[in-house]
């Protein structure tokens, strides 16, 4: 089964909103990278937070990280069409995995309308 | 893009031919990694090297084989494609700050 599970499975809003993804995992991990994936294009690294952090910022982006809750969250502020894409959680096992691997959720597709 | 580049980008084969992807990266990194994403599925690992000719298999590795002779060069080896192994294959770098960076991506079609 799936490390990372995001939710909502699909998000619409309208340009200018705030755009909220969260991402669930089951066991403990080193870290959890975030990545947007236009159709039909290769995965966009956004950022990486590690088990340690709780909060990072990356332009209008917004990770947060619960290890209590084994939960992550992405916020996109002031969303704009270009925003639309998929988006994907995926961890970094804290240990007895394979080096460095990803376990990558099944994504959430936001569109954002102009 | 972390220097990967990936060849061939768009493949089509029959059943039973065998096939090889090239993935290349520019910087040096030790650890490389090959992905495949389906639909429902997401992205899963195929085979993933730590070094030259040191490789290992992932959670989805039947039918697949690799090779690194090079530090820039990871190959993945179909030796006789079937029609489950149409799909989108990633290459992967992990960078010195623990981040991975995918390549392109080559879409394979297997008839």
């Known amino acids: 089964s799936q490390q990372g599970e995001e939710d909502p499975q699909a998000l619409s809003i309208q340009e200018g909103e705030n755009a909220t993804m969260n991402c669930s995992y089951k066991?403990?991990?080193?870290?959890l990278q975030w990545y947007r994936q236009n159709s039909g294009r290769g995965l966009v690294h956004l950022i990486l937070?590690?088990?340690?952090?709780r909060e990072k910022h990356s332009g209008r982006l917004r990770v947060t990280l619960d290890t209590s809750k084994k939960s992550s969250s992405l916020l996109i502020t002031a969303s704009r069409a270009a925003d639309t894409a998929s988006y994907f959680c995926?961890?970094?096992?804290?240990?007895?995995?394979?080096?460095?691997?990803?376990?990558f959720g099944r994504g959430t597709q936001l569109t954002v309308w102009p | 893009d972390a220097g990967i580049t990936q060849s061939p980008r768009h493949k089509v084969t029959e059943t039973g031919t065998p096939v090889t992807l090239r993935c290349h990266q520019t910087?040096?990194?030790?650890?490389m990694y090959w992905y495949r994403q389906d639909p429902g599925h997401g992205l899963r690992l195929i085979h993933y090297?730590?070094?030259?000719?040191?490789?290992d298999k992932g959670e989805v590795s039947d039918g697949y084989s690799v090779s690194r002779s090079k530090t820039e060069d990871f190959l993945l080896t179909l030796e006789s494609a079937t029609s489950s192994q149409t799909s989108v294959y990633f290459c992967?770098?992990?960078?010195?700050?623990?981040?991975?960076?995918f390549g392109p991506g080559t879409r394979l079609t297997v008839l």
């Open positions: 995926a961890t970094v096992l804290d240990r007895g995995s394979t080096l460095g691997r990803l376990y």
């Open positions: 066991t403990s991990i080193n870290n």
């Open positions: 937070i590690r088990s340690n952090e």
């Open positions: 910087e040096n990194h030790r650890y």
């Open positions: 090297s730590y070094g030259v000719k040191d490789t």
């Open positions: 992967a770098i992990t960078s010195a700050h623990n981040e991975q960076f």
